[in-house]
């Protein structure tokens, strides 16, 4: 069965910082690996998605995840963090067939300081 | 393009009763999952629908199930509401089987009492 661990509940960076929040996923395969990010109240926005080729990925907001496959890792990073950044982010991985829902790690609550 | 509409956004219910919650796929995409999230147990996936039928199921009872309409619009309802099942309920909508991108509505927010 596929999983992931988010280790870190809650990270507080202040205004301007560089972020890293990490992802490790389980599954045999290949995965299709996701990370969103959910305001109070709200859905989940898609940031970025890893399908299969190039293992640095770009998504919206400049934020970026590298997939290591050695490591079963799929770590988010933004060189440089906004108030708006503040929300909880969620890393969720999908297989393929009957394994094909998303599971999703426990997320990651960011607080940013002015 | 307009997105996943959930309605309604806000529910408040009585334990024992039934309740039916609606999602609108993006134009075009036929296939609606269905999330749960709560504080305890995080998002959990519910059931997948495309074109109709049911093609993968979560570990819920079967209190809750759905349907998928010939429009690709989804409902999922839940019958004996407990006060477990307070939560706030996603639907996401993706192209097919094929594509696992899923992009998500609001939610609606339901509160069992």
């Known amino acids: 069965a596929q999983s992931v661990t988010q280790p870190d509940i809650h990270i507080t960076v202040s205004e301007g910082a560089s972020l890293e929040l990490r992802c490790n996923y389980s599954?045999?395969?290949?995965?299709?690996l996701f990370w969103y990010v959910q305001s109070p109240g709200q859905g989940l926005q898609l940031l970025l998605k890893?399908?299969?080729?190039?293992?640095l990925v770009q998504g919206i907001k400049g934020f970026e995840a590298e997939f290591k496959r050695s490591q079963s890792s799929f770590n988010l990073r933004k060189p440089s963090v906004h108030w708006s950044d503040a929300a909880e982010y969620f890393c969720a991985v999908a297989g393929s067939g009957s394994a094909r829902q998303l599971t999703f790690g426990s997320g990651t609550q960011l607080t940013v300081l002015p | 393009k307009a997105g996943v509409t959930q309605t309604p956004r806000y529910l408040i219910k009585t334990r024992g009763q039934q309740v039916t919650l609606s999602c609108s796929p993006i134009?075009?995409?036929?296939?609606v999952s269905w999330y749960q999230q709560t504080p305890g147990q995080g998002l959990q996936f519910l059931f997948e629908?495309?074109?109709?039928?049911?093609?993968n199921k979560g570990n819920f009872p079967g209190r809750f199930s759905g349907r998928q309409f010939s429009n690709s619009r989804s409902e999922m309802n839940v019958s004996t509401l407990e006060l477990g099942d307070s939560a706030l309920y996603l639907c996401a909508s993706s192209l097919g089987v094929t594509n696992t991108e899923a992009f998500f509505g609001q939610g609606t927010r339901l509160t069992v009492v």
């Open positions: 629908y495309f074109s109709e039928t049911q093609r």
């Open positions: 134009s075009g995409h036929r296939s």
């Open positions: 890893y399908f299969s080729g190039d293992t």
């Open positions: 599954y045999g395969a290949t995965p299709y």
